[in-house]
T-cell receptor, first 111, second 114 residues
Framework: AQSVAQPEDQVNVAEGNPLTVKCTYS??????LFWYVQYPNRGLQFLLK??????LVKGSYGFEAEFNKSQTSFHLKKPSALVSDSALYFC?????????FGSGTKLNVKP | DTEVTQTPKHLVMGMTNKKSLKCEQH?????MYWYKQKAKKPPELMFV???????INESVPSRFSPECPNSSLLNLHLHALQPEDSALYLC?????????????FGQGTRLTVV
């Protein structure tokens, strides 16, 4: 079975500070892991993915994520948060024909 | 063109109406998806089309009927919906169906059933 868990419903961070949004996964076989962001009343936007190779993956808008096989984690990070980063973030695992989404984490970046 | 276009953006329909949601992509993607999303919840997979054939139906009620007229278009026909079907309906596409390619999402149709 494939699943991802996002343990935090909400993350609050001050603008300019580093941010981390957590994701852990449970998959059989090699994991295909993704991060998406959703702004209010919009569809999901792809940020980055891990398929294989380097454990540190860089994506759009300055975001990066670190794949950690021993901890089965794929946390999303950004060195310096912007107010415009405030949105709903979803971690997902890809399996043949499907994406399994985590429950989502609301990121609030305060000025 | 990296867009998935959905129409209409908003739809209000009565429980006896018949309506259709439309989705279009011109990226040459071979997989297309319908998702349903309730407020502050993750998207729930409804249907997957692979090479224009229905490959997955996640036990969706028959009042939702998908159609893939060609490789660029995906429709969702709605009939006799219930108020609990009110949600954001998202269309997505991906290059392949192998699970390692990212999906591109449209901005969704906000459906309200009255």
């Amino acid at each position: 079975a494939q699943s991802v868990a996002q343990p935090e419903d909400q993350v609050n961070v001050a603008e300019g500070n580093p941010l981390t949004v957590k994701c852990t996964y449970s998959v059989s076989g090699n994991p295909y892991l993704f991060w998406y962001v959703q702004y209010p009343n919009r569809g999901l936007q792809f940020l980055l993915k891990y398929i294989t190779g380097d454990n540190l993956v860089k994506g759009s808008y300055g975001f990066e994520a670190e794949f950690n096989k021993s901890q089965t984690s794929f946390h999303l990070k950004k060195p310096s948060a912007l107010v415009s980063d405030s949105a709903l973030y979803f971690c997902a695992v890809g399996n043949f024909n499907k994406f399994y989404f985590g429950s989502g984490t609301k990121l609030n970046v305060k000025p | 063109d990296t867009e998935v276009t959905q129409t209409p953006k908003h739809l209000v329909m009565g429980m006896t109406n018949k309506k259709s949601l439309k989705c279009e992509q011109h990226m040459g993607h071979r997989a297309m998806y319908w998702y349903k999303q309730k407020a502050k919840k993750p998207p729930e997979l409804m249907f997957v089309y692979s090479y224009e054939k229905l490959s997955i139906n996640e036990s969706v009620p028959s009042r939702f009927s998908p159609e893939c007229p060609n490789s660029s278009l995906l429709n969702l026909h709605l009939h006799a919906l219930q108020p609990e079907d009110s949600a954001l309906y998202l269309c997505a596409s991906s290059q392949e169906v192998t699970g390692d390619t990212e999906a591109f999402f449209g901005q969704g149709t906000r459906l309200t059933v009255v």
